[in-house]
């Protein structure tokens, strides 16, 4: 959607897109890689494994995203985020 700018991702109530373990979320993160209107996303809910790897990765490939609003995630998630967000700096 050429008009989506801000995603709400894996909150119950308000969200784009409610999510669970085990759901795949390859073209969710295609599409947010591939973004280029996409300017705010906010984060409630991170997969642990490999789901949420490629989703951290998805978000590091953006070139649209100016802002991340980040809520409720395990240490591991916000880090995995964190390092993502820090490789794309160097």
Do not use: M
């Amino acid at each position: 959607d050429p008009t989506l700018r801000c995603l709400y991702f894996g909150g119950a109530f308000g969200s784009n897109f409610n999510i669970g373990e085990g759901d795949d979320l390859g073209w969710l993160v295609y599409f947010i890689g591939r973004s280029s209107c996409l300017t705010r996303l906010f984060i409630n809910y991170l997969p642990e494994g490999e789901e949420g790897q490629a989703f951290v990765e998805g978000i590091a490939r953006s070139k649209s995203i100016q802002y991340i609003g980040i809520d409720n995630l395990s240490n591991d998630g916000f880090t995995s985020i964190i390092r993502a967000l820090h490789s794309l700096s160097h």
